[in-house]
């Protein structure tokens, strides 16, 4: 197996070498924040934006990224170069630092990991996934953080009921999925997804790219759980899956659209915007 190396404690080291200070907040409370970009032929996928979103996360959690997001893109740049994993992902965590008491912010570290990955299909998946409802609104929702405490909790359950993710939902209406963000086709052909209480995804951010572009309707609101059930379809997005179809929400069942379908036409959108 080949050598991965990663970035922590100002170097690039192998990632063995590397680690976080047990008295990092990270570490003592689960204070963090984190992003997580797509690598393809060696190519970092959207990193402007993914870049744009880490720091608009530091901001919101008093966290100070000490260097400059051009700086980020060359560490980002001479891991890849380094590692040379041309399918891959990289994380960019901000941990929020070593604090003497275990609990005041103090100088974050910068941790960078890049992780093998499959090279995503071309043409969108044809077996759905099926989403189980669980009522829960995620803290300071728009800061993509590293808890993922009740996403993880929840496993056992939503296994037990045949779910293969979950779908939060908070006074009726629906926010997101733990991983990824949630839309819906209405019966008229509208494109829907959430506008609050959600991490809005880079994958998201370019579907509504795509629909613009190409005049499809398009509303960002709020959604209640018995509209999403009687949607034309359902899928859900992420900059590692692209677009996910739903074949089920709770007891309701989705048909699957099949090439025709409108997210099939936005897939091939998204194709065209990582060449």
Same mark, same amino acid.
């Given at each position: 197996?080949?050598?991965?190396?990663?970035?922590?404690?100002?170097?690039?080291?192998?990632?063995? @070498?590397?680690?976080?200070?047990?008295?990092?907040?990270?570490?003592?409370?689960?204070?963090?924040? +984190?992003?997580?970009?797509?690598?393809?032929?060696?190519?970092?996928?959207?990193?402007?934006? !993914?870049?744009?979103?880490?720091?608009?996360?530091?901001?919101?959690?008093?966290?100070?990224? =000490?260097?400059?997001?051009?700086?980020?893109?060359?560490?980002?740049?001479?891991?890849?170069?380094?590692? @040379?994993?041309? +399918?891959?992902?990289?994380?960019?965590?901000?941990?929020?630092?070593?604090?003497?008491?275990?609990? =005041?912010?103090?100088?974050? !570290?910068? /941790?960078? /990991?890049?992780?093998?990955?499959?090279?995503?299909?071309?043409?969108?998946? #044809?077996?759905?996934? !099926?989403?189980?409802? !669980?009522?829960?609104?995620?803290?300071?929702?728009?800061?993509?953080?590293?808890?993922?405490?009740?996403?993880?909790?929840?496993?056992?359950?939503?296994?037990?009921?045949?779910?293969?993710?979950?779908?939060?939902?908070?006074?009726?209406?629906?926010?997101?999925?733990?991983?990824?963000?949630?839309?819906?086709?209405?019966?008229? @052909?509208?494109?829907?997804?959430?506008?609050?209480?959600?991490?809005?995804?880079?994958?998201?951010?370019?579907?509504? #790219?795509?629909?613009?572009?190409?005049?499809?309707?398009?509303?960002?609101?709020?959604?209640?759980?018995?509209?999403?059930?009687?949607?034309?379809?359902?899928?859900?997005?992420?900059?590692?899956?692209?677009? =996910?179809?739903?074949?089920?929400?709770?007891?309701?069942?989705?048909?699957?659209?099949?090439?025709?379908?409108?997210?099939?036409?936005?897939?091939?959108?998204?194709?065209?915007?990582?060449?």
């Amino acid at each position: 197996m080949k050598p991965i190396y990663c970035f922590a404690q100002n170097q690039i080291s192998l990632i063995e @070498n590397a680690g976080v200070p047990v008295g990092d907040l990270l570490v003592q409370r689960g204070y963090g924040i +984190f992003d997580y970009l797509r690598v393809a032929n060696n190519k970092p996928l959207f990193i402007e934006a !993914h870049l744009d979103r880490l720091f608009n996360s530091a901001k919101i959690m008093r966290l100070t990224i =000490t260097q400059s997001k051009e700086e980020l893109k060359k560490i980002v740049g001479e891991l890849i170069e380094k590692n @040379n994993i041309p +399918f891959s992902g990289i994380r960019l965590i901000i941990a929020g630092g070593d604090a003497p008491d275990g609990y =005041t912010i103090t100088a974050p !570290h910068l /941790i960078i /990991i890049q992780q093998p990955l499959e090279a995503p299909p071309t043409q969108m998946a #044809t077996k759905g996934i !099926h989403l189980v409802s !669980h009522f829960y609104q995620r803290q300071l929702a728009e800061v993509k953080t590293t808890d993922y405490l009740m996403a993880v909790y929840l496993q056992p359950w939503m296994k037990s009921v045949g779910g293969d993710d979950i779908l939060y939902y908070n006074n009726d209406s629906v926010s997101e999925c733990p991983r990824s963000n949630i839309f819906m086709i209405s019966q008229d @052909n509208t494109i829907v997804t959430p506008a609050n209480n959600m991490l809005k995804g880079i994958t998201r951010k370019n579907i509504i #790219t795509v629909a613009e572009a190409h005049h499809l309707k398009l509303e960002q609101r709020d959604i209640s759980l018995s509209e999403m059930k009687k949607a034309k379809e359902v899928f859900i997005t992420s900059s590692t899956k692209r677009i =996910t179809p739903v074949s089920g929400l709770d007891d309701q069942k989705f048909s699957l659209e099949g090439s025709n379908s409108i997210s099939a036409q936005i897939f091939g959108h998204l194709l065209a915007l990582e060449n």
